[in-house]
């Protein structure tokens, strides 16, 4: 059709919603009854004004070239993109004779999104120079030796949190995990904040989900010895790390919760989209997208933040595919990336990515772990699984019912089990799932009947 | 342990073993030091002949650190071992053995949903998560929750097949509202159901309403009579009523087969079901019924065969009924009601409640139950061959018209008569209180409902034009889907009336969300006029105006969307206009 192919579905856009509350009034307002004066064309441009509780209407416009759907609205919602946005977004998956199609974008919303490309296409050509990029964080950084001195100082409070942080877990062992579990949570959360303090994020975060472990049922033993074995590793790992090999060097200044950066050889490729899910803390989102490169055949993660009320800037729904340019960031058994540079707008993926069966997944999993000790998930494709069910929950097995692997006990709450099961009819499909120590955690079924991959989050 | 499932590949000869770790960690290492003790022995490094890939990692790094530095303390020496324990453990997962299979979903022939239709699906279905907005204000877009029945009903007549992934929503959908059942299951077909067996908070959809999915095939004698004779209760009314829905007489049959063994409860309820497709041939059964055990059957029989009026127990009736009632020869010509002196044995064999409730005269109780039962024909015989008509006209002397006509309106609902109930309601443009029959707008809302479909809903619009829509709602209540043009039209001008008198739009919020509902889609565009703010009038509401202009704009656009939804299920959807 047009230069966007394929319009999204409703679930694509309602993904785009910062929290249940806007995906609720953006559905209210997808239909054409407030909206006037609505178009779009065939660069991704969508426009159309809004009539709220005021005399003047909003002025909603969304650019659906760049990562995601970029909106700007006259509303004066702290949400991004706001109802307005995502109802017009809906009105315009559904077809609905009131959004237009024009050749050019009404002159206010023509004003931003030139605006915007603009900025886009400046952004594209300093990344190109190779002089211009690395021009920028110099000119941000006055003091390349202050910088360094930062660097060193910070280096050196994480020593001393991990040096801390051993000899809390001596003393913990010396007088037994049993105590651990009349302890509860103050203790864990007190040393996490010193991990705070020593602003070494990643040992924090690990210390605080240790704390959950005396409350979680049956065996919790086993699992609390074995993540403070793994944080007691990271530890001595940081405190030598100048004699270890480079890359594992830098998967643990990142384990530890050094910012880490893109460093590899930029990588075009077609990239589809495998799973796209948020995962939210008191105090930022994160999103997870998972991209498979259709060329080459590599898989990469591309996180995304989104702070205080707004959705996660990056949103790549399942069932697309980009081609464009990933940064892979540093690290042995690493998998983040950063988006680069999107050629065209994104497009429909077509196919399934190539899987294979669950042997070969935890076989994947475990080279994955000689890489990386500290991994809590590895990204498998299952070709042709059934979910069964058995006593202790469900499990995805090959299709010839002999080797299975359990789905992780915080996946069968999820209505995503559900879908799963129901979309294979007791029949195979394709699964793509994040493998776990506790199972698979299932995120996107392609499934015979249906033409395009189902989100299982 | 690491999950249920996979296994951990037999343990490495290292010492000490995991066990013997936990059992340390567990107590501390000072009540039970690890069994290798301290020192250089117990370093992770030393995990030589592993045979696991985990032995090239990092592990064996901070081994060598372990190894190089001074002796370490029986805690860090444990964790060392522990932490290359955790990683051999995690790479040596294997698959579990696979559990029992799933049982295949029986292929569904229907076709699938047009996209559009589909992701409209998706978005009701989702809508319908969120929880109900505050009461109050409606705003002006549409409630996408109440057009979930239409828009399920709609795929349903057209033979459409649910989407697998939308499944779970739809049951979660129909467990939480029973009304969307029948249709959601309906519409869910055998993949819903085979999925609902798996979970058990979809039990609901297993009993059976299931348009007979988890019922034997019907024609399936010795099925049925398996499932009747050893099923749980409500297999069994499941089973009774879809046999009944085919073959009424087998229905009964059946019952009949182990009538005496079942339980009065039991008996109360499946003789209810045999209400659907009741006809002469259920007679003698009933009549049997009569003399149960259980008052309660009895009067559920005595119910039933009032509703057939060819009846020997209707005959009774009327021969009891019109001996009450007659026409005074010496006066005017009125109607003279002579109430029964006492409610003998027969009477009350034939469902007639000897004890009133209290404050009501036993006499005046007993007449309301015979003329109740009496059918109807029987009175033109007895009032000098009249009408219903002229017999609802009649004067009837001694104050007893009230419970006469009261009588007869309960008679005209229970035997479904046109005539009667259309002489009972009177002209619509009469006043309420002055008609004759009834004042009761639920009373009249069942009578309606015995008039054919479009005098009904000439009736209602008559009386809306009459009365406005203060009284309406129950009377719209019963009208057939989508509103005729003239009932269609009688309301919008009636609302268009109440928003020129001044008052607020809420007063009105029942008829309007019927009316969302109930109108047709067609009609969108004619009401388009009304969604503009007019200037506001003097002595209106305040601020009225924006607010029925707001609730315009939402009839019109739950209107638009109607169309809309049913263009996407007829395929006929704009899909896509760019080039």
Known sequence: MNQLGVRWTAEQVLALAPDAASARAGSRLGTAVPWSDAGYDGTGALWGLCRGSGTRPYRTAVDLTGPGAAAKCSCPSRKFPCKHALGLLLLWVSD????????????????????RRERAAARGSAEEEPGAASVAPAARTADPEAARRRAERREARISAGAAELEQRLADLLRGGLAAAEHAGYGMWEETAARMVDAQAPGLASRVRELGALPASGPGWPVRLLEECALLHLLDEAWLGRARLPSALATTVRTRVGLPSSPGGPALRDRWQVLAQYDQADSRVATRRIWLYGQDRGRTALVLSFGAAGRAPEVSLPVGLAVDAVLLPHGGAGQLRATLGEQFVPPFPASGTPPGGSVTDAVEAYGRALREDPWLESWPVVLAAVIPAMTNDGWQLADKDGRSALPLAPRALGRPGLWKLVALSGGGPLDVFAELTPQGLLPLTAWSPGSPAPTPLT | MT???PQPAPAVPATPTWEDLVTSALLGTDRRPPATGTGA??????????????????????????RSGPPKEPPLALLDAAALHTVRRRAALLPAAAGPALPVAPPDPRPALPP??????????????????????????????????????????????????????????????????????QFAGTRGLWLARLNPQ????????????????????????????????????????????????????????????????????????????????????????????????????????????????????????????????????????????????????????????????ERSWWLGQLVESAPLPAWRARLGGRTAEDIVALPVSDGWQEELHAAWCRAAIRQGDAQWARALLGPPALPPDSGPGTASLAER???????????????????????????????LGVCVVPWSRTLGRAVVDALDIARDAGSYPWSFSGVMGLAERCLDPGEADRLAVLTTTPDEAEGAAPGAGGYWSEAFQRLVGTLRLRAAMRAELDGTAPEGTAP
């Open chain 2, 116 to 185: 559009a239709a589909r992701r409209r699906l998706a978005q009701l279905l989702a809508d319908r998560a969120a929880p109900a907005q505050a009461a109050g204000r409606r705003g002006s877009a549409p409630d996408l929750t109440e057009l979930l029945p239409q828009w399920l009903a709609a795929a349903n007549l057209r033979r459409f097949q649910a989407p697998p992934a939308l499944l779970p929503a739809l049951l979660d959908a129909a467990r939480a509202r029973t009304d969307l059942r029948p249709q959601a299951l």
């Open chain 2, 202 to 361: 979809w039990k609901f959809a297993l009993r059976g309403t299931a348009g007979g999915t988890t019922l034997p095939d019907i024609r399936d004698a010795e099925a049925v009579r398996n499932l009747w004779e050893e099923g749980l209760f409500a297999e069994r009314v499941g089973l009774l009523g879809a046999v009944r829905a085919a073959d009424p007489s087998a229905a009964r049959t059946l019952l009949a087969s182990t009538w005496q063994s079942e339980r009065a409860e039991d008996r109360l309820m499946f003789l209810d079901s045999l209400r659907a497709e009741l006809s002469a041939a259920d007679e003698d059964f009933l009549e049997h019924a009569l003399a149960d055990r259980s008052r309660n059957v009895r009067s559920v029989a005595a119910e039933l065969l009032s509703a057939l009026p060819a009846s020997a127990f209707a005959a009774r009736m009327a021969a009891r009924a019109t001996s009450c009632v007659g026409l005074d020869r010496t006066g005017d010509g009125g109607i003279v009601v002579e109430a029964p002196h006492e409610c003998d044995a027969a009477m009350q064999r034939d469902g007639i409640v000897a004890k009133p409730p209290t404050g009501r005269g």
């Open chain 2, 3 to 5: 999950g249920p499932g």
């Open chain 2, 41 to 66: 022995g117990s370093g992770p490094g030393t995990g030589a002949g592993t045979g696991t890939e985990a032995a090239s990692g990092p592990a064996p790094d901070a081994g060598r650190r372990a």
């Open chain 2, 445 to 475: 809302a069942k009578l309606l409902a015995a008039l054919p479909d479009e005098e009904r809903a000439g009736w209602v619009a008559a009386f809306v034009s009459a009365h406005g829509l203060s009284e309406a709602f129950q009377l």
């Open chain 1, 96 to 115: 609905d004779p009131v959004v237009v199609r024009e050749t050019a974008p009404a002159d206010w919303a023509a004003e931003w999104l030139d605006a």
